[in-house]
């Protein structure tokens, strides 16, 4: 069983600077990558971005392209996701799931997911 826990949601200026983290713990070796989405009050579910543990291959939304980035730190079982030059559009819950194969933005693809962390950009 993998569980999954999300952090460093807030409260953050438009133009501004977030990161978030995703770390995994359980059977880690079954998981093959890692995927954000976000969903804001009255909004369907969105794709942000995906990663596998190695890096490759990778996959961002069209909205969040140059400015989000994933990380990885293999030993802590963790991916960040950095996110600059933030937008009110952005605001939302952020939640991440892994999955034992590429999912990409295949939302039932992901087999585990977190509680989700809290994203607000204000104006």
């Known amino acids: 069983q993998v569980h999954v826990i999300e952090s460093g949601g807030g409260l953050v200026q438009a133009g501004g600077s977030l990161r978030l983290s995703c770390t995994a713990s359980g059977r880690t070796s079954d998981i093959y990558a890692m995927g954000w989405f976000r969903q804001a009050p009255g909004k369907e579910r969105e794709f942000v971005a995906a990663?596998?543990?190695?890096?490759?291959?990778?996959l961002y939304a069209d909205s969040v392209t140059g400015r989000f980035n994933i990380s990885r730190d293999n030993e802590k079982n963790t991916m960040y996701l950095q996110m600059h030059t933030m937008k009110p559009e952005d605001t939302a819950l952020y939640y991440c799931?892994?999955?034992?194969?590429?999912?990409?933005?295949?939302?039932?693809?992901?087999?585990?997911w977190g509680q989700g962390t809290q994203v607000t950009v204000s104006s």
């Open positions: 990663s596998s543990w190695s890096g490759t291959p990778f």
């Open positions: 799931g892994t999955t034992g194969r590429w999912s990409g933005s295949y939302y039932p693809g992901y087999d585990s």
